[in-house]
């Protein structure tokens, strides 16, 4: 819990387009949406494919499973509502669809992390609207 003089952590801006993304966390599921006419798997959420520009997009669901592209701890200069948390880690995550995810890595000891380790979606329920998709490695 935040003390008095902490600010509270922020939560995403939600685009209409990217509502079933945050309505399947809250579920602790992980959809990613997938282009109906060139077959690609597009993240962040969008309104039309980043490669052949069709605006037929629908949700699949995710393994959840991926690997660790990049990394870095922050042990200091936090933003302040998020200076209880340190040590953490903020990690590009490769999913196994083949499309790279900026979130936090946890559930770890952040020294023994490193690139191209295999990890797993977990979900971290943020506040009563939104639950956030995180990774812990896989043990």
Known sequence: MNSPSTPEKPSPVVQPWAQPFWDAARQQR????????????????????????????????????????????????????????????????????????LSNIVQCDPAQLQCDQAV?????????RFTLPKFRPVQ
């Open 120 to 128: 797993e979606v977990v979900f971290e329920r943020l506040n009563e």
């Open 30 to 101: 992980l959809l990613l949406q997938h282009c109906q006419d060139c077959g690609q798997t597009i993240h962040y959420p969008r309104i039309e494919c980043p490669i052949c520009a069709s605006q037929r997009l629908d949700w699949r669901a995710s393994s959840g499973r991926g690997t660790i592209y990049s990394f870095t701890v922050v042990h200091s200069n936090a933003p302040s509502a998020f200076v209880a948390d340190m040590p953490y880690v903020v990690a590009v995550i490769r999913l196994e669809e083949g499309v790279q995810m």
